[in-house]
């Protein structure tokens, strides 16, 4: 491996960058790529911040791994490639990497290519996951057996850098694959529209005030919802200032109490059952306390409008999963997830609504599915059985 000075580590020609002056280089040769490969090692089982443990890229002509816990090393220059507007970033399943960098660096990395969403665009499937694509795809087989190791511990092992390095390193054959059954297929279109949803900020970064809208609440009466949304913040910085998870503060449960008792001391917040024992003689207790008493002043005019619950019309049932059926027939004829298209809420929407205003009748997902739907529920198409195939047959009406 060499001795502890060297700049760039090689374990079996697996090269580990721990120096700036070397990562600035790795990013220079990367600079003339189309595209590259990127994939991310981290922990955060116990944290509100993930801790970034790992970074995998690679290019079409090499590979590396960036040791971000290197002593002194300075991710600005990888952080440039990702910004970089002439070099593609291959991901897969991104989310939860994107929103690493972007709490690290503040953007967003462009262009983006997550190889789930284009393999559901192609019918590999409901969210495959990366070892089944890379299976159909290269014909590899993943070894999984480092994927829940400690990735912060240092040094990493053999086996660890390999499967990390086989993460980008395989991904570049998808990739290309990937793009040929796009191309093959026509559905470029299909999906540069579902990566624009890779580029909301709010993905990554939801401001505390608007916490709330994780949580479900049937109760809409206006000083629930005001305790409901200043307690939600507060659970949020709470978790952020300590670096905890959010249900390390308090659990979903507490807050849909606590909104709905609006307790106004110790005591009452006492006998609130989803509160920890002893938590009200914390530091946190007249915190939280505070951020009660916010919400129960907060002017009704101030509150946000909220959509009103979803209340399907009675007997749709039988209409729903006459629905399903076509979704899968339409998904399987025309080789595409089903999850790409629908999901079981926006069924009950076309089958309870006059109007409905969902995806699905919208745009591509439209001439897929939407408007087979839509005559399937005005009686103009119909589902049948032939060779044991389910077909769908033109009705006059």
Not at 4 to 27: A, G, P, S, W
Not at 100 to 121: E, K, S, V
Request: negative net charge; contains cysteine.
């Amino acid at each position: 491996m060499g001795d502890k000075c060297n700049l760039i580590v090689y374990i079996d020609r697996m090269k580990v960058i721990t120096q700036t002056k070397d990562l600035k280089e790795f990013c220079d040769s990367l600079i003339k790529s189309p595209f590259i490969t990127v994939d991310t090692e981290f922990i955060r089982e116990t944290t509100y911040w993930p801790l970034l443990c790992l970074i995998q890229v690679a290019s079409p002509e090499e590979a590396a791994m960036i040791d971000p816990l290197a002593e002194g090393i300075d991710l600005s220059p990888f952080f440039e490639i990702l910004q970089n507007p002439d070099i593609v970033k291959v991901m897969h399943g991104c989310r939860q990497d994107i929103e690493i960098f972007y709490n690290l660096g503040h953007f967003i990395p462009t262009p983006l290519f997550d190889t789930q969403i284009a393999a559901m665009a192609c019918g590999f499937g409901d969210a495959v996951g990366y070892e089944t694509l890379i299976a159909k795809t290269v014909g590899a087989k993943i070894d999984k057996g480092s994927r829940f190791t400690d990735w912060a511990r240092r040094p990493l092992s053999k086996a660890q850098l390999e499967y990390a390095l086989a993460d980008v390193t395989h991904l570049r054959d998808a990739y290309q694959f990937l793009c040929q059954q796009i191309e093959e297929k026509g559905r470029a279109a299909w999906v540069e529209e579902e990566m624009l949803s890779l580029h909301d900020v709010h993905n990554y970064d939801m401001p505390p005030e608007l916490a709330y809208q994780r949580l479900k609440m049937q109760d809409r009466r206006p000083n629930v919802v005001g305790v409901l949304i200043t307690v939600a913040a507060w659970r949020e910085e709470q978790a952020r200032e300590r670096n905890i998870p959010r249900g390390r503060v308090i659990k979903d449960d507490a807050i849909r109490e606590i909104a709905v008792q609006g307790p106004k001391n110790i005591s009452e917040l006492s006998r609130l059952r989803s509160i920890p024992k002893g938590f009200e003689n914390s530091r946190y207790a007249e915190s939280l306390l505070s951020a009660i008493q916010r919400g129960l002043n907060l002017p009704k005019n101030e509150l946000p409008v909220l959509a009103k619950p979803i209340v399907n019309r009675q007997g749709i049932g039988p209409l729903v999963e006459l629905l399903k059926v076509l979704l899968k027939q339409r998904c399987d004829s025309c080789d595409v997830a089903p999850k790409l298209i629908a999901n079981v809420a926006d069924l009950e929407r076309i089958a309870s609504d006059q109007d409905p205003d969902v995806q699905a009748l919208k745009g591509w997902r439209y001439e897929v599915f939407g408007k087979y739907a839509m005559d399937l529920k005005a009686g103009k198409l119909a589902l049948a059985c032939e060779d044991d195939q389910v077909i769908l047959v033109k009705r006059n009406g």
